[in-house]
C-alpha cells in the first residue's frame, strides 16, 4: 500500500536536531540561521541555551524553533567581573549533566533527538552525543582558515609561541605574526580562551559531520586542502535568505539580538543620504576600543568629510571625544545599537569600518559592502588578512607602532581610498562578484545548498531508525550505548 502525501510529510519531519550553540550573540546567530534551512526543508529544531541566557535574549517563539534550557553553574545571572576561566570550568562541569536532562525532557514529551549540531567552543557536546549514541555534527562559525590555524596548533604543526617572522601553512597564502588569531600571535594573551579554541579538534574524528560558516569559492584553496584530512563541508554565508537567495520570504532577521536597535532611527537617516555615501561604523557586540583608538577613529571620520553612522555601544560612550556627537551632527548618527543587514543592504553604505568580526565580515561580503578593516583581537587579524590580501575587497588599516593605533589620518586616508579613484573602483567591483557568489552558494543547487540537502537527506535516514522508546531509555540509562549505525563514524 502506497503512502498518502500526509504520511510522507509526516515522515519526512521526523528529523530532530538539537542546536547547541557557544552562548554569545556572534555564534548563536549563524547556529539560528542553519536551524531556519534545516526548518524550512521539514527537520525539526531545537535550540538549547543557558537558563540565564532564556531569561534575558530576545528571541521569537513563532519561527517554529523549540528552545530548552541548560545551566552553566550561573542560572540567576553571570556577575559581573566573573572570571572568564570559572564561568568556563563551571558550564563545562554542569552543560553535559543537563544537557542530558534537556534531552530526557524533549523525547518524554515525544520529541526524541536524532542529532546534536554543536559549536566545537563546547567540545562536551560531541561526548554526549556519542554517549548517547546519537549523530553529532560540528558548526564552526569562524572562518576555515582560522580554524585550520587552530588545527596546526592543536596537532603541534604550529609551534607557540611564534618564532618565525614568516610562517607558512598549507592551504593559506603567506601569513605574518601579525596576521594570525590574537591567541596565536600573542601566545599567553588570554589562556583560557586559547585552551578552548584549540580544544574544538579534541575527539573531532568521532563527529559525523563538519561543517563551516562560511562559502566553497570564499575559501576555495583552504577547504580544498582540510578536505584530504576532513570531511569539511561549507553551509554559509548563515545569513537571512531575505539577503540572499530569497527563498524563505519569512526570514528577514536572525530573530535573536542582545541589544535593542534603533531602526527607525539609522533608517530614516540614511533615506537622506545619497547612494554610496555613508561610512557605515561598528566594532560588533563585544569589542572594547581603548579610549585613545576612540578619539583617533572619532577624529579619522570627522577628517574624512564623509557621512558616518557609528555604532557606540552604550557601555562605550564615554570613550567618544567630548561634545564630538554635537560637533559632527550634521554629517554623522552615532547609536547604540542598529539593524546591521538593514544599514549594509542600504544603497547609501559606501564602506563598512569594521573590526572584522566574521559574522560582520560574510555579513559585508554577502551583502558586497568594501571594508576599512581595524581588527582588535582572536580571529579578527586573519579576517582582516583575507579582506585585503585574498578576496581585494577592503583595506586593513596600519596601525601606528610607536603609538599602538590606528591614527586618525590613517583612518581618513582608507575611507578615501575605499570611496575615491581607481583603487576604490576594483574594491568595489571584487565586493560586488562576493555577493553574487555568496548568493549562489546558498541558492538552489548551489554548493552550500547541496551540503545542506544532503545532510537533510541522511537525518531523514537515520530517524526513521530511532524509536521514541529506545530514546528515552538511552537517555534515562546513559551507561548504555547504541551499536547501530546511527553510532558510526563520518561518512
Known amino acids: 500500500m502506497e503512502n498518502t502525501g500526509e504520511e510522507n510529510n509526516l515522515k519526512q519531519q521526523r528529523g530532530h536536531c538539537l542546536i547547541l550553540p557557544y552562548p554569545i550573540q556572534g555564534h548563536i546567530n549563524p547556529m539560528l540561521q542553519f536551524s531556519k534551512r534545516l526548518l524550512h526543508k521539514k527537520i525539526k529544531i531545537t535550540l538549547v541555551v543557558p537558563k540565564q541566557l532564556a531569561r534575558t535574549m530576545q528571541f521569537s517563539s513563532s519561527s517554529g524553533i523549540l528552545l530548552e534550557t541548560i545551566s552553566d553553574g550561573f542560572d540567576d545571572g553571570i556577575p559581573p567581573g566573573t572570571d572568564p576561566e570559572d564561568h568556563r570550568a563551571r558550564f563545562s562541569e554542569l552543560g553535559p549533566q543537563t544537557l542530558k536532562e534537556a534531552l530526557y525532557r524533549l523525547a518524554s514529551a515525544g520529541h526524541p533527538v536524532d542529532c546534536i549540531v554543536y559549536d566545537p567552543f563546547l567540545d562536551w557536546g560531541l561526548e554526549v552525543a556519542k554517549e548517547l549514541g546519537l549523530k553529532a555534527a560540528a558548526l564552526f562559525t569562524q572562518s576555515c582558515a582560522v580554524c585550520h590555524i587552530y588545527n596546526k596548533v592543536f596537532t603541534g604543526e604550529l609551534k607557540v609561541p611564534l618564532s618565525e617572522d614568516d ?58 586542502y582540510m578536505a584530504k584530512f576532513f570531511p569539511v563541508k561549507a553551509i554559509g554565508p548563515t545569513i537571512p535568505s531575505m539577503y540572499l537567495d530569497k527563498r524563505l520570504p519569512e526570514d528577514r532577521e536572525y530573530g535573536l539580538s542582545i541589544f535593542k536597535p534603533k531602526t527607525a532611527a539609522c533608517m530614516d537617516w540614511l533615506n537622506e543620504r545619497e547612494p554610496r555615501s555613508v561610512a557605515y561604523v561598528s566594532f560588533g557586540s563585544l569589542a572594547q576600543l581603548g579610549v585613545e583608538q576612540m578619539e583617533e577613529l572619532a577624529w579619522g571620520l570627522k577628517l574624512s568629510g564623509k557621512h558616518f553612522l557609528w555604532v557606540v555601544r552604550s557601555s562605550e560612550e564615554s570613550k567618544l571625544p567630548k561634545d564630538f556627537a554635537q560637533e559632527t551632527s550634521e554629517k554623522g548618527l552615532i547609536v547604540s545599537w542598529c539593524p546591521q543587514l538593514d544599514v549594509l543592504a542600504h544603497e547609501a553604505i559606501g564602506c563598512f569600518i569594521t573590526h572584522c568580526g566574521w559574522n560582520s565580515t560574510l555579513e559585508a561580503s554577502s551583502l558586497g559592502v568594501p571594508m576599512v578593516a581595524i581588527p582588535q583581537w582572536t580571529d579578527q587579524s586573519t579576517n582582516a588578512k583575507f579582506v585585503m590580501d585574498v578576496w581585494k575587497m577592503g583595506i586593513r588599516a596600519p596601525v601606528d607602532q610607536e603609538k599602538g593605533v590606528v591614527t586618525r589620518e590613517a583612518i581618513d586616508d582608507c575611507i578615501k581610498q575605499v570611496f575615491e579613484g581607481g583603487k576604490g573602483e576594483d574594491i568595489t567591483k571584487n565586493a560586488t562578484k562576493w555577493k553574487e557568489l555568496a548568493k549562489e552558494a546558498v541558492d538552489e543547487g548551489g554548493n552550500s545548498d547541496k551540503n545542506l540537502e544532503e545532510f537533510v537527506t541522511s537525518l531523514r535516514s537515520i530517524s526513521s531508525q530511532i524509536p521514541c522508546k529506545e530514546m528515552e531509555a538511552l537517555i534515562l540509562d546513559p551507561t548504555s550505548t547504541r551499536t547501530t549505525t546511527n553510532a558510526s563514524s563520518i561518512p
Request: no cysteine; net charge negative.
Open 167 to 224: 610562517i607558512s601553512i598549507p592551504g593559506l597564502p603567506p601569513m605574518k605574526p601579525g596576521d594570525m588569531p590574537s591567541f596565536v600571535s600573542v601566545y599567553g594573551s588570554y589562556p583560557s580562551f586559547f585552551e578552548m579554541v584549540v580544544n574544538q579538534f579534541r575527539g573531532l574524528e568521532k563527529a559525523d559531520w563538519l561543517f563551516f560558516n562560511t562559502f566553497y569559492k570564499l575559501e576555495e584553496e583552504v577547504m580544498d
